[in-house]
Nanobody
């Protein structure tokens, strides 16, 4: 079984910064990709950023140049550094682990979500 613990969300003024963390624990052999998604009220969940185990990254156009995703494979942890935050970044942010190899096979996992609120 894999557990994900997210942290780092909160309330910040526009232009401010936050850093999200998502740590995975359990009998993990490898994780193919790690990412962050977000869901604002009344909207569908959308990809924010994703990073493969080789370090390749993908960002939503709306966050390019402001957000940076990184991962620490030794700690099975993914980070999202969010700078120059805007009110439209307000959402619940979810971490996602893609193709996690454990003793029971390959599965995807989601974090519980952390609220990010950006005030204008």
């Amino acid at each position: 079984q894999v557990q994900l613990v997210e942290s780092g969300g909160g309330l910040v003024q526009a232009g401010g910064s936050l850093r999200l963390s998502c740590a995975a624990s359990g009998s993990i052999f490898s994780i193919s990709a790690m990412g962050w998604y977000r869901q604002a009220p009344g909207k569908q969940r959308e990809l924010v950023a994703r990073i493969t185990n080789g370090g390749s990254t993908v960002y939503a156009d709306s966050v390019k140049g402001r957000f940076t995703i990184s991962r620490d494979n030794a700690k099975n942890t993914v980070y999202l550094q969010m700078n120059s935050l805007k009110p439209e970044d307000t959402a619940v942010y979810y971490c996602n682990l893609n193709r996690v190899h454990t003793t029971v096979g390959w599965n995807d996992y989601w974090g519980q979500g952390t609220q990010v609120t950006v005030s204008s």
